[in-house]
Nanobody, 123 residues
Framework: QVQLVESGGGLVQAGGSLRLSCAASGRTFSSYAMGWFRQAPGKEREFVAAISWNGDRIYYTDSMKGRFTISRDNVKNTVYLQMNSLKPEDTAVYYC????????????????WGKGTLVTVSS
């Protein structure tokens, strides 16, 4: 079992920044890959970014590359999503998720999900 708790969401103006955190517990954090996803109102959930167990491989959706940065701290059992130059279209509930393998695979589903944190970007 893995428990995931996101934090750091909130209201921010367009052009601003936020850093989301996701604290994990239950299994050895450094053994599995992590990802961030988001779901905007009325839309399907979409992939944002993923990171391998040790951070050596990182993946982003093209539209977020350069604005968002995923990172992890295996001592603190936490994965982060730094979001810069935020746009109103970034408004969504952001979820972190765990994939119980060392390297992230987009062809496989995520094994555990957090409950999400809401990010609202005002224009």
């Amino acid at each position: 079992q893995v428990q995931l708790v996101e934090s750091g969401g909130g209201l921010v103006q367009a052009g601003g920044s936020l850093r989301l955190s996701c604290a994990a517990s239950g299994r050895t954090f450094s053994s599995y890959a992590m990802g961030w996803f988001r779901q905007a109102p009325g839309k399907e959930r979409e992939f944002v970014a993923a990171i391998s167990w040790n951070g050596d491989r990182i993946y982003y959706t093209d539209s977020m590359k350069g604005r968002f940065t995923i990172s992890r701290d295996n001592v603190k059992n936490t994965v982060y999503l730094q979001m810069n130059s935020l746009k109103p279209e970034d408004t969504a509930v952001y979820y972190c998720a765990a994939q119980l393998r060392s390297q992230y695979s987009s062809g496989l589903g995520m094994d555990y999900w957090g409950k999400g944190t809401l990010v609202t970007v005002s224009s």
